[in-house]
């Protein structure tokens, strides 16, 4: 089974881009509209693997909120957040636990790539025994 990544943008045309670039290096995808989509679509209990890599758009306290529940519930997902710079402190202080990295638009792909590549080891890691 191949890694997955997790996609969550609300940019119909980032969600296609990225997805071709990922899928084309053997990544398997699943993408969503929003954090709350997303939310629904991983409702069980079952761990998840692979990386949350996530759009964060407005980092409002509900969105963050829900991101931090997923994180505390899914605890073998490193997340890895894509925003605006001007979002990126108030990213760093809603995750004191699960945040993987963050990435400030525009989006430079090569080091994007090799950290969605260290996230899914540590994903691995995690779910070690």
Known sequence: MSAKVWLVDNELSVRESLGFVLKAIEYEVADFADIASFAVAVHSDEPLRGCL?????????????????????????????????????????????????????????EPLLETLHQAMQESEKRAQP
């Open 53 to 109: 890599l996530v759009d964060v758009q407005t980092a409002d306290a509900e969105e963050l909120n829900v991101m931090v529940s997923l994180a505390a519930r899914h605890t073998l997902l490193p997340i890895v957040i894509m925003t605006d710079q001007d979002k990126v402190e108030a990213c760093r202080q809603a995750f004191s636990h699960g945040l993987f990295a963050i990435f400030t638009k525009p989006l430079e792909i």
